[in-house]
């Protein structure tokens, strides 16, 4: 029997049809130094080889999140080893919602996409959770056979992922036990640059903070702890990173889409902002990097249908 359920603890959740705050708070509860994260969790295969980390967009709905990584699971035959983990960061709307205990982490509107700090119970970063949660799945004696962690995202789950890339600290308890980590990017609005390039000509007097975090690498957040801009981007191409881009994902005026200046630097759409991002990428590094681009003929903004397809079960499984 494995123990990583000892890690959780169940709670009572309802759905929620208000728009204001999530629909739906994850049952799990996973215990971390400074609190307890709302998760959502699929069945424990009897041997957990491998452990997917996906992370929801804006609506913070990690169920359905992950609901799609298990099916794509299902669908690549992986199942049997596969542990999908749906961390939810919920916000202070969520928590007046529903009765939520007040030892659950929470943040301030959308500040976890950009590794703000929980306002509760303590100030943790959203990437200091996701370093936690990684940490917990290097444990030994929690995961005895696990070989690796894909952390992925789409949307503004993907802005995460690419961003929580860029800054993560690293894990000796992960090389000391093998555990490989990749990431996986899929159809973010944005990117966060290294300089002050980028691919689209615009009036820098009326978008000031075009090279701000997260769309650059000025005024980072604490969790950056002080690295430079040349430290960070070493790391960086040296990451397992995969941005997965649909083909169809090229609507400029999708509800969804990041429209301000910032994002509108880096391309009109998200096909092309990844492609732009990619290229840039390349062209500072060339040496290599140790990162691909895969894109998904047939598919628009869809978590699930990237996720899903073909070639999302090949990233996300490393088939």
């Known amino acids: 029997m494995h123990k990583w359920w000892l890690l959780l603890l169940l709670a009572c959740a309802s759905a929620q049809a208000d728009d204001t705050g999530v629909k739906e708070v994850s049952p799990g509860r996973l215990l971390l130094k400074e609190g307890e994260m709302a998760v959502g969790i699929g069945p424990a295969p009897e041997k957990i080889e491998r452990v997917l980390i996906i992370v929801h967009g804006r609506l913070r709905n990690s169920e359905t999140y992950r609901r799609s990584a298990e099916q794509a699971a299902a669908l690549a035959g992986q199942s049997a080893n596969t542990l999908v983990i749906a961390p939810q960061f919920l916000n202070e709307k969520d928590i007046a ?51 690796q962690i894909v952390i992925a995202g789409h949307s503004g789950g993907g802005q995460v992922v690419q961003r929580y890339a860029l800054l993560a600290h690293e894990q000796p308890a992960l090389s000391a036990a093998g555990v ?52 960070i981007e070493a790391v960086y191409i040296k990451r397992d990173v995969t941005y997965l881009l649909g083909q169809d994902d090229i609507d400029p005026q999708h509800p969804a889409l990041d ?31 140790n990162q691909r ?27």
């Open 180 to 231: 490989k980590i990749r990431y996986v990017v899929a159809n973010p609005s944005s990117y966060a640059y290294f300089n002050e390039q980028r691919p689209v000509a615009f009036d820098h007097a009326r978008c000031s903070g075009f090279n701000r975090w997260k769309y650059g690498l000025t005024d980072m957040p604490i969790y950056a702890g002080g690295q430079t801009a040349a430290q």
């Open 259 to 289: 429209k301000g200046c910032e994002a509108e630097a880096q391309g009109a759409y998200r096909l092309v902002r990844g492609r732009n991002f990619f290229n840039y990428l390349l062209r500072r590094n060339p040496q290599g990097v």
């Open 293 to 319: 681009l895969v894109e998904v003929p047939g598919v628009g903004h869809s978590g699930k249908g990237i996720f899903t397809s073909p070639e999302g079960q090949k990233v996300l499984f490393g088939q």
């Open 97 to 147: 919602l529903f009765s939520v205990a007040d030892t659950v982490l929470r943040w301030q509107g959308n500040d976890w996409m950009a590794g703000g700090m929980a306002t509760a119970p303590f100030a943790l970063s959203s990437y200091g959770a996701l370093d936690q949660i990684v940490e917990r799945i290097a444990d030994r004696r929690q995961f005895p056979d696990v070989k």
